[in-house]
């Protein structure tokens, strides 16, 4: 407990920072825009405590006839307790007018890590410890089609050698696909429907993607391979300001698929409660909503639940298969501008419980 009240008082003394960066009061759709930068400390089970600096910068690009959000940009410099390293930069910038938009993300991180072999009914003992290099880029080129459908393209290349493994499991073998490392290059085409009132916590409205990444040797990668993704999400007003969201995912991948890319649920975003990647395999499937409820000034309450299961292929998903997981958390608004959130969330699914001290909503 005194761990976690040390986390809130540096949230909390990080706030003044964020005050001196609230943006002034809108006077035109051109002024919009604000920047934020503050240390952060964040803990998660896949990384324990962590400490950097994250900030966020939004701003108008130009004159938009159309209904148009801000553009942003994120950054983050982050060291973790278990001796992670992570740099990032996430994008999302409106052009032309807001009718192209391109976002994606940079990624370098070091990353200590576990693997528990592929299924849905991997044993706790499976579990293997092993050390990663990594870089990620990420591209979406879209067009607008009227004031809410996006369609276009994806560019993606991911990169990871791994520096150690357990002496005794699946990986040092390499017999597992990806277990000496990994090169990826691929093109995909997707389009996506987002008629939400704010990226970052939505009140109201749907947000409906389809993604189909191919992956090639001809384009340099090690792997070919393919990857579907459908995620659909409503947001339900709910009275007195309170709000569900529901959110149902699901992914496939076909072909020689390495491990580090195979669908997977946990973390931070889906079905908290699971440390991320305890569950892979080719096929994945999940549903989770969350009650969100403000109840004094600045300060909000959630709860949320889940349900998930992967499979080696989607004729195998079964009712019975399903694994759990629900919680409850607070909210601080820390720009009620622009709804930015910081979330202090519990997660529930097994004997003890999973801590996610961070920013932004979970979907």
Not at 93 to 103: F, V, W
Not at 213 to 235: E, H, I, M, P, V
Not at 285 to 294: F, G, I, K, S, V
Request: a positive charge; one cysteine or more; glycine letters at 10%.
């Amino acid at each position: 407990m005194s761990k976690l009240l040390s986390v809130i008082l540096l949230i909390t003394l990080a706030n003044p920072v964020l005050a001196q960066a609230k943006p002034m009061a809108k006077t035109s759709a051109s002024s919009r825009g604000g920047f934020v930068i503050a240390p952060v400390v964040y803990y998660t089970p896949e990384t324990l405590f962590s400490w950097g600096i994250v900030g966020i910068h939004y701003f108008q690009l130009g004159h938009s006839v159309l209904p148009s959000r801000l553009s942003h940009y994120r950054f983050n410099l982050v060291k973790t307790q278990k001796e992670q390293t992570i740099a990032q930069v996430d994008y999302e910038l409106y052009l032309a007018g807001g009718t192209i938009l391109i976002d994606g993300m940079a990624k370098y991180s070091l990353y200590p890590d576990r693997f528990y072999g592929s299924g849905n009914r991997s044993a706790t003992e499976s579990r293997e410890d092993f050390n990663a290099r990594n870089w990620r880029l990420q591209a979406n080129i879209q067009r607008r089609w009227g004031t809410k459908l996006f369609a276009g393209l994806h560019l993606e290349m991911f990169s990871q050698k791994i520096i150690e493994t357990a002496s005794d499991g699946l990986l040092v073998t390499g017999i597992v696909p990806g277990s000496r490392g990994v090169r990826l290059a691929g093109i995909g085409l997707f389009s996506k429907w987002d008629s939400r009132d704010n990226t970052f916590s939505t009140a109201q409205g749907t947000y409906c993607a389809l993604f189909l990444n191919f992956f090639t040797k001809a384009l340099g990668s090690d792997f070919t391979f393919s990857q579907l993704t459908l995620d659909a999400r409503t947001y339900l007003p709910a009275g007195r300001g309170s709000v569900l969201a529901v959110q149902g995912i699901f992914k496939s991948a076909w072909g020689e698929c390495p491990f580090q890319t195979l669908p997977m649920f946990g973390g931070l975003n889906l079905l908290r409660g699971y440390y991320e990647g305890r569950y892979r395999d080719k096929s994945m499937l999940a549903l989770q909503a969350e009650y969100r409820l403000p109840v004094w000034g600045r300060f909000g309450l959630c709860a949320f639940a889940g349900l998930a299961q992967v499979q080696p292929r989607p004729g195998l998903f079964s009712a019975r298969e399903f694994h759990a997981a629900g919680g409850a958390g607070l909210r601080y608004k820390f720009n009620p501008r622009e709804n930015l959130n910081v979330r202090l969330d519990v997660g529930f699914a097994g004997p003890s419980p999973a801590l996610y001290l961070t920013f932004a909503e979970a979907f």
